[in-house]
């Protein structure tokens, strides 16, 4: 296994899942440069940063490209996308990763460091429910110093809104059928593609195991994260950007 663990293209499997990940989210990049703006303005250029439901990574490779100062502290409990993440990233003094359960009322203690610049996170807590991200919104305000930035971004419709939300999701699933046609992958069968590679395949038994095929959580409005992080002890919460279906909330300790 390790001798095929060494010739696994790690790469290709960060560059599949971002292709899957963009069929969903069109605009993920330009979320992806805000956060990082926001990062800069808010941590400067060698932040400590804790990549929260950290996935494969995404994150933290966009914020070491951009600041090669920066270090990063990956957690998640997803045992196939860690596999790709610690692959990606093997060798790398600058990162490190963290099998936790973000359930778990303990999980900060598998933390290698107390304190953060920053905590970063992009598509992943709606897999939690509203009363469990309330939690955790609580558990990461320790996490940060004073002036410490944490940014959110996720899906968080607007309820108020439903002929909008209904028109660009038509829009938007139009846009998806057309990438699909032309051979982009969907969730499923990303899942499928590495169910069958050698290295990833038992990893990815297990996630399914944990997980199930998909989210029970749910999605509030960009409001609601604000007002629940302000609960949480931040100081200051809003939103720093939007698309028609998607927000970003920063808050800052």
């Known amino acids: 296994m390790a001798e095929a663990e060494a010739t696994t293209d790690w790469q290709a499997w960060q560059d599949s899942w971002d292709r899957q990940q963009e069929w969903y989210m ?28 950290c996935g494969t990574g995404s994150i933290t490779d966009r914020v070491l490209k951009r600041f090669p100062g920066a270090a990063s502290t990956g957690v998640d409990l997803d045992p196939a996308l860690l596999t790709i993440a610690r692959g990606h990233f093997a060798g790398d003094s600058r990162v490190s990763f963290v099998t936790a359960d973000l359930k ?17 996170t992009a598509t992943a807590l709606h ?3 509203s009363p469990q991200l309330a939690v955790l919104y609580r558990q990461l305000a320790p996490l940060l110093p004073e002036g410490g930035v944490f940014m959110n971004a996720d899906h968080m419709p607007d309820p108020s809104t439903p002929r909008i939300n209904a028109a660009e999701r038509a829009h938007r699933h139009a846009g998806m059928d057309r ?4 051979g982009v992958p969907d969730w499923a069968e990303w899942w499928a593609l590495a169910a069958a590679d050698p290295v990833l395949a038992e990893p990815v038994r297990r996630r399914f195991e944990i997980y199930g095929e998909h989210a029970d959580g749910d999605t509030p409005d960009a409001a609601w994260h604000a007002r629940a992080l302000r609960e949480a002890g931040f100081a200051e919460a809003r939103t720093v950007w939007c698309s028609p279906s998607d927000a970003m909330v920063l808050a800052l300790k």
């Open 104 to 120: 778990d009322p303990q999980w900060t203690a598998a933390l290698p460091h107390g304190r953060y610049d920053a905590v970063l």
């Open 127 to 129: 897999w939690l429910h």
């Open 179 to 182: 990438a699909k046609a032309a």
């Open 26 to 53: 069109p605009d993920r990049e330009e979320r992806f440069r805000v956060m990082l703006d926001m990062l800069e303005a808010l941590a400067g250029p060698t932040p400590r940063v804790l990549d929260l439901a």
